[in-house]
């Protein structure tokens, strides 16, 4: 690998929460060096930013491809060509495919196909229970050794307390990290909007948002008595975050996450019955997404993901109560965060924070950072290029994203992979 000195650039900086200008050099796939004033002549190839922000490469939990089972929505391949295209530069997949991803055979199966066909780092989560139905625990020790780097049944909410706190226990003894769903099953059952004033005027079945607070706190009951390394993975109502507040201040090992769906959008864009705004949990009201924000803001919500779920157009276009939740956000997580920067609510070093430098902490990975040593995992983009969505001409195999025909800002200009690029806009 030859040197790249990135030069004019305007350097957004998660770990020192910095923004401003500097360049940057990487030798062997890591960063080199880096600063503010002259760089001197380097060997290799010079990288001209011009006056663009360049950051650490967005590091993405919670997103789902779905190989083996339904590659027809989405395949490595594909979901890798998007994440180039949106600056994530490793993506953490869910196991919730068809079979669900519980055993060595089948996380050994999904890492090859990742390794051969996506552009990007493709980490796996694997299944917490064995066909994540909640009755007996997978083998965790051997799925460690096979690579898994967190544990998940996804949106299936495991109601037997006793199963999950056994899992968390074995868990903790190996260190693994377990990612929950707070949901209480039986309220959220069948839901298909948050309970409210809209919700009854439109006749959907609906949850209130006390199912997420009763479901967050018993899981911090379960976590004091087990010990266990726990991620929410969404946290999307005001309800829920004192509870998360006060494990956090008791010394819990604790992360919570949200969704750029929920931070961007609410319960009235669901208007007309549009069935690409219908995603799990339900999108919140007005209140709730304005205190998720500050929530991320303050580092109370540590993570934000994409939640990325393909569905077909044959899952969307039914009725709103029957469609199938979820949307694709590979490569409109960053365009969509770069609303909040613009709306003056967080701002770049924040937003990375939360984007790459946080989810790569909680996996334990080296990436987030512009330190020198670190993967040179990087996105340049230029925050305030306007255009409008079209859906069709995302990568993803399914284009099921409530952002279509809306204005964005933000475009993504080239994104590096240990130095090497993967993604350049024409």
Not at 46 to 73: N, Q
Not at 316 to 322: A, D, I, S, V, Y
Not at 360 to 372: E, M, P, Q, S, V
Request: charged residues 25%; negative net charge.
């Amino acid at each position: 690998m030859s040197d790249i000195l990135f030069t004019n650039a305007r350097l957004i900086d998660p770990e020192g929460g910095t923004d401003g200008p500097g360049w940057l050099l990487v030798r062997n796939g890591r960063i080199a060096d880096r600063g503010d004033g002259d760089p001197g002549g380097t060997p290799g190839a010079t990288v001209d930013c011009g006056g663009k922000c360049l950051a650490p490469g967005i590091v993405d939990i919670g997103v789902k491809v779905c190989e083996p089972g339904e590659r027809h929505k989405e395949s490595y391949r594909s979901a890798g060509r998007a994440a180039a295209a949106g600056g994530v530069t490793t993506i953490v997949t869910r196991p919730d495919t068809s079979p669900a991803i519980d055993t060595p055979e089948s996380l050994e199966f999904v890492t090859r196909r990742a390794q051969a066909d996506a552009p990007v780092n493709v980490l796996a989560m694997a299944a917490l229970t064995k066909g994540r139905q909640g009755r007996e625990m997978t083998e965790i020790g051997f799925l460690l050794d096979a690579g898994a780097v967190a544990f998940t049944d996804c949106d299936q909410v495991i109601t037997d307390t006793k199963v999950f706190s056994r899992a968390l226990t074995y868990a903790r003894s190996l260190g693994a990290l377990v990612i929950a769903h707070p949901q209480e099953p039986g309220l959220s059952a069948g839901a298909a909007a948050t309970s409210g004033k809209f919700a009854s005027l439109y006749g959907l079945a609906a949850v209130s948002p006390m199912a997420e607070r009763m479901g967050l706190d018993r899981d911090i009951a379960l976590l004091e008595m087990t010990g266990a390394r726990y991620h929410a993975d969404q946290i999307t109502t005001a309800r829920a975050l004192p509870a998360l507040e006060r494990a956090k201040r008791n010394g819990l090992d604790i992360s919570a996450g949200t969704s750029i769906h929920h931070l961007t959008l609410n319960e009235l864009d669901v208007s007309d019955y549009r069935t690409f705004f219908k995603v799990k949990p339900p999108l919140r009201s007005e209140d709730d997404r304005m205190a998720t924000v500050e929530a991320v803001r303050s580092g109370l919500i540590d993570i934000i993901s994409s939640m990325h779920t393909p569905q077909d157009e044959e899952s969307k276009r039914l009725p709103f109560e029957e469609a199938a939740g979820g949307a694709v956000a590979l490569e409109t997580l960053l365009p969509a965060a770069l609303r909040l920067y613009h709306a003056g609510q967080i701002d770049l070093p924040g937003l990375f924070r939360a984007m790459a430098l946080n989810p790569a902490r909680r996996l334990g990975l080296d990436c987030g950072r512009l330190a020198a040593g670190a993967p040179a995992d990087l996105v340049l983009f230029d925050p305030d290029t306007p255009f409008v969505l079209d859906r069709f001409a995302l990568r993803s195999k399914s284009q099921n994203t409530p952002f279509d025909g809306q204005r964005m800002q933000g475009r993504v200009l080239g994104t590096y992979v240990a130095g090497e690029p993967v993604y350049r806009r024409d």
